[in-house]
């Protein structure tokens, strides 16, 4: 049985103080969640005060990104003890506006993967189609390619801890939801290109534009065991109906 996931991508939006606020708000709406995992993924100058706020409650802390060396002359980077320091064990990996605006590549993936792996954080790894690749129907092998190059030589024995997103570049931001037979095709897929031994159990979440009003439908399928969303995770409201699906 894969307990679903809900996690919030808050993307660049949110101060220390509002991200503070935003906890506050939400504690006790989803204090009775029990069914599902929880997550949000503020910025790194509010993960501190967040995961102070977060004490207690059913409500997990990740962040956006890591960089695989541990410290070092690395100017603008996040490491894996530091994020463990602060209270994460989540982290959101090549998600697609890394990979549009900052170089992000399956190589760099895979890096930082281990890294997430090495301080025992949850890697949440990000694959999926741009437009131009779904019309030109290469979307099961652009996203086949993302999937090899981002789990390659990781260890069979690493995979209760790593954690899946199919995300459609398409969709994301955009209003644009993919159906939830489109998703299914998808994560079927992704599924099926995992180690036999533990495709079954891994977690694969749908991203782009999650709504409260569409969530119950995607969440119907058979291969989606939850949601990475941004826009709607915003807000206390529309995260606890999200969490409530
Ligand atoms: C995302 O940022 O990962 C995402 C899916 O955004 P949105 O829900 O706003 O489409």
Redesign the pocket.
């Known amino acids: 049985m894969r307990k679903p996931i809900i996690a919030g991508?808050w993307?660049m939006f949110k101060t220390e103080a509002e991200a503070v606020d935003f906890v506050k708000k939400v504690k006790p709406l989803v204090k009775d969640v029990k069914d599902k995992t929880m997550i949000i993924c503020p910025t790194f100058p509010a993960l501190s005060k967040t995961a102070d706020e977060l004490q207690g409650s059913n409500v997990a802390l990740g962040a956006q990104n890591i960089f695989w060396e541990d410290e070092g002359a690395f100017t603008g980077e996040i490491s894996g003890p530091m994020l463990k320091a602060v209270g994460c064990t989540y982290v959101i990996i090549g998600?697609s506006?890394r990979r549009q605006y900052f170089g992000e590549t399956d190589e760099t993936v895979n890096k930082r993967i281990r890294a997430a792996l090495k301080h025992k954080l949850s890697p949440i790894v990000?694959v999926g189609e741009r437009l131009e690749e779904r019309e030109s129907g290469s979307t099961f092998k652009v996203v086949e390619t993302q999937i090899r190059g981002a789990f390659k030589d990781i260890d069979e024995a690493h995979w209760d801890n790593i954690i899946i997103?199919y995300?459609p570049v398409w969709?994301?931001?955009?209003g644009k939801t993919a159906t939830p037979d489109q998703a299914q095709e998808v994560h079927k897929f992704i599924r099926g290109l995992l180690p036999k031994s533990v495709a079954e159990k891994t977690r694969i979440l749908y991203?782009?534009?999650?709504k409260p009003n569409n969530v119950k439908d995607l969440m119907a399928q058979p291969d989606i065991d939850g949601g990475?969303?941004?826009?709607?995770?915003l807000k206390p409201d529309s995260f606890s109906q999200l969490a409530m699906f």
């Open positions: 991508n993307k998600h506006e990000c997103a995300e969709a994301i931001g955009t991203g782009g534009s999650v990475l969303v941004g826009g709607a995770s």
